[in-house]
C-alpha cells in the first residue's frame, strides 16, 4: 500500500510541474504576442512595458539597441512593421527565464520606405514582478 500510494504520489508530482511548465510556455507566447502587437502597432507605453530595462536589442545587420533605443526607433516609425507573420515557433523555460526561437516574416515601412524581412528570431525573456519581460533579442537572415 504504501508503494502504490509512494507511486501515485510521484506522478502526481510530475504531472502538476509538466502543468507548471506548459502554464509557464503558455504565458511566455502570450508575451510574444504582446511583444509582436506592440511592434506593429507601434505603441510607445507597450513597447515600453514588454522590455526588460536591461534590453539588448541585436539586429540581422550586427546593431545592438538599448529599450530606450529600441522603443524610439518603432514608436518612431523609423523601424514600421506593417505586418509579422512568426512560425516554428519553439519555447524553452527554465525557472524564470525563457528562451523563444521562431522565424519571423515581416512587411516593413522603415521610415516610409516598403520592404520585407525574413529572419529567424531568438529571445530571451525574464519573469519580473509576475510579467514576462523581453531581456534579449538576436535576429539572423534566412539563409538564401
Known amino acids: 500500500m504504501k508503494k502504490l500510494l509512494s507511486i501515485l504520489m510521484l506522478s502526481s508530482l510530475i504531472v502538476f510541474n509538466l502543468n507548471a511548465q506548459t502554464k509557464a510556455e503558455k504565458e511566455v507566447e502570450i508575451a510574444v504576442e504582446s511583444l509582436k502587437s506592440a511592434m506593429i502597432s507601434g505603441n510607445r507605453s507597450h513597447l515600453s512595458a514588454i522590455a526588460a530595462d536591461g534590453l539588448l536589442y541585436g539586429h540581422s545587420g550586427g546593431k545592438v539597441e538599448d529599450k530606450a533605443a529600441f522603443v524610439e526607433a518603432i514608436a518612431s516609425g523609423k523601424s514600421d512593421f506593417v505586418s509579422i507573420?512568426?512560425?516554428?515557433?519553439?519555447?524553452?523555460?527554465v525557472g524564470k527565464t525563457a528562451v523563444v526561437?521562431?522565424?519571423?516574416?515581416?512587411?516593413?515601412?522603415?521610415?516610409?520606405?516598403?520592404?520585407s524581412v525574413n529572419?529567424?528570431?531568438?529571445?530571451?525573456?525574464?519573469k519580473q514582478k509576475g510579467d514576462w519581460k523581453l531581456l534579449g533579442r538576436q535576429a539572423v537572415r534566412l539563409p538564401q
Not at 85 to 93: A, G, I, M, P, W
Not at 101 to 107: D, I, P
Open 85 to 93: 507573420d512568426l512560425s516554428e515557433q519553439l519555447v524553452k523555460v
Open 119 to 126: 529572419l529567424i528570431i531568438m529571445l530571451t525573456f525574464v
Open 101 to 115: 526561437r521562431h522565424k519571423l516574416a515581416a512587411q516593413t515601412n522603415d521610415s516610409g520606405k516598403s520592404g
